[in-house]
């Protein structure tokens, strides 16, 4: 039964699926917030950044505001992820359920609570999801940025194709796949956000709670098999 459960679902913290669906989640939220919350990139800090002195040289002050609380709340997320490390056995798991949590909480928010409020509360989900799973295999990568990402791919290409290293052929691919996860995301969340509004976040939610899972129920099989 075990190995049926492992051969089924290699849902380990630095495998190809997890990397899949971690990206697909990251893009959707990117999508879903600045969509539906006032143009802002609740995942990428660096767009934050450029959008805050953007909007604070051409006197949008307060415009420009808006970018730094989720800038505070992926700093805070960053934070909570390395408390949870220290202080948690299965820590992967414990912060998979407070993305969770929180994802599915926000869905439930009414049209009259403040976009910045949400918009936090996205930054900090994703630092806690990059400041947790950032490793395919044995190599860094982020799940809700694509810059690193395409830098990894596009140099594991070279090395795979005119340095003919196996190594690095199988990393490009995964890197591709994950970008491609990320941006099939981005165009899912874009459609849903459009069309379902607020609530389109519980199709993230969903996708976190099912990884959860998943990820729970392989821990418990490896420590009762040890």
Same mark, same amino acid.
Request: aromatic share 14%; hydrophobic share 45%.
């Given at each position: ?37 006032? *143009? ?40 909570? @992820? ?24 926000? *869905? ?45 791919? $596009? ?18 691919? *995964? ?10 995301? @981005? ?32 821990? $418990? ?6």
């Amino acid at each position: 039964m075990e190995h049926k459960f492992k051969k089924s679902l290699p849902l380990s913290a630095n495998s190809l699926l997890m990397a899949i669906l971690l990206a697909f989640v990251g893009g959707f939220l990117d999508a879903y917030t600045y969509v539906t919350r006032d *143009g802002v990139f609740a995942t990428a800090q660096t767009g934050n950044t450029v959008l805050f002195a953007v909007r604070a040289v051409s006197t949008e002050y307060g415009a420009a505001i808006q970018n730094v609380p989720p800038f505070l709340a992926f700093v805070a997320g960053v934070l909570t @992820a390395e408390y949870i490390k220290d202080k948690h056995d299965m820590h992967m798991w414990a912060v998979l359920l407070l993305e969770f949590v929180i994802l599915f909480i926000v *869905g439930f928010l009414p049209e009259y609570i403040p976009n910045m409020l949400v918009t936090m509360s996205i930054a900090y989900v994703s630092s806690l999801q990059i400041g947790t799973f950032n490793k395919l295999e044995s190599w860094n990568y982020n799940s809700t940025i694509t810059t690193g990402n395409l830098r990894t791919a $596009s140099a594991a290409f070279y090395q795979a194709y005119v340095g003919h290293d196996s190594v690095a052929k199988r990393k490009f691919k *995964g890197f591709t796949t994950i970008i491609i996860s990320f941006i099939t995301g @981005a165009l899912i969340g874009t459609y849903y956000s459009i069309h379902l509004g607020n609530r389109s976040i519980w199709i993230p939610a969903g996708i976190i709670l099912l990884i959860s899972s998943s990820y729970y129920q392989r821990r $418990s099989h490896k420590e009762e098999a040890s």
